[in-house]
Structures are given as C-alpha cells and as structure tokens.
C-alpha cells in the first residue's frame, strides 16, 4: 500500500474520530444495575472466536429469553436449568418449516463459560461491582477479570471495558484494528495476542499513535474498527 494510500487511510480514521461526538456522554458502569452490567460481560464472552454478527445475534437470543442471568441465584438446579436453556437459546432454533436456523458456533461452551464466570464472580462479596471498584488502575481491573471470568481474553475483556465506559485508555485490539496497525508499521500481529504482557506491548504502541493524532485511545480504535470495515467491504464488493 503507498504512503498516499497509508495518508488517506489515516485521515479517514481522523474525520469519523470526529463525528463521534456523543462518545463521551455514554452511560458509566455505575449507572448500570447488576444485571446490565453482568449481561455486557456476557456479550463479551459470546464474542470470543466467532464474528461480530454471530456474537450479536447470539446476545439477542439470550435476551430474548430473559437469559442473561438465571431468575434465581444460588440454586444449584437453577443454575443448571440456566445453563441448559442458555445451550438451547444459542444452538438456534426452527423455522416454520422445520429449518434449524443458523445458530452459535460453540452453544455448549459458551453457556458453560457464562455460567462459571457468574459462580466465579460470586465468590467474591459484592460480585463484579466489586472487582470494578477495588481496582486500581484500568490495567488492574483488566487483569483481575481475567483473572475471575471464563471464555475471554485481553481483547474482550477490554471491550466489556469500553463497553461500560470504565476505562478510555484500553484498547481493543481486534483483526480490523490489527491490519491497521500493520498498515502504519505499528505492529506485525495478524491476530489478537493472548499473552496480556505482548497485548499491553501492542496497546501502548496504538497509545503513542492516538496521542500523535490527538485522538483519545478508545475514540481511535472505534474510528480504525468503522473504517477498516468500510474498506473491506467496499473490496469485496467491488470483487464480486
């Protein structure tokens, strides 16, 4: 790709940071109930190795069901009744016509991670309010869910971060802000690294940037996440 290219790319990315105008009035993760708040974990969790529609459509269904907590809390059969109608929720259901529509691609696993990171979070007195709270630094906060949730790394576990407007300076480093970085001559990472020490690495490599251009850390990577997706799916049809 030329510098001409590289330079447009780059300002794309500068013009859409700037019609994120409302980016700061987001609600916080204190204004959330507890319910919300566990429910936009759980979101995470569903987008761990599966596309963003898949993970969307996944939510959805658990929503839909009233699934995103159990109804009761602390029973054994309950949390196991859970369980099975989340499997059931993201396994897909039948058309009119007997179809199976298309479905999550790990129902079972990922209803076993929901329920384990809940069990996990509820160890602690105050659950993931408290976690929230007891951190220190955004970084901290990061570690300690990784620490307690199932089914996430460091990219979805800062996602559930921005998602709840905890933290501005954690970066979601998916495949769309990736190829950005490589694009620049940021990082040479196709995929999202698992090891916390080389994600944090890549991250203040994309901090440095947003600091050059002005742009918050998490205005950024939104703004590459809009445009690299506009872009390839202006190639691809552009291809067919």
Known sequence: MNSDHLERLGRAVEAVSTELDDWGLRPTWRDLNDENLFGALVGCILGSQVSFSMSVQAFENLHAEHLLTPRQRGRRESL????????????????????RLPGYRFPSRAASHVRRTLESLNQEEGGLRSLLDQAT??????????DRAYGIGPKQSSLFLRNIGYSSDVAVLDTHVLTFMRLMGLCDEVRSPSSLRQYERI?????????????????????????????ESSKATNAS
């Open 80 to 99: 196991d009744h859970w369980e099975a109608a989340m499997v059931a929720a993201l396994a897909g259901k039948r058309s009119p016509h007997g179809h």
């Open 137 to 146: 630094t955004s970084r901290d906060v990061r570690r300690r869910l990784l």
């Open 203 to 231: 991250e203040e490599r994309l901090s440095a940037f947003a600091l050059g251009r002005g742009i918050g850390l998490d205005r950024l990577d939104v703004s590459v996440w809009i445009v690299m997706r506009a872009s």
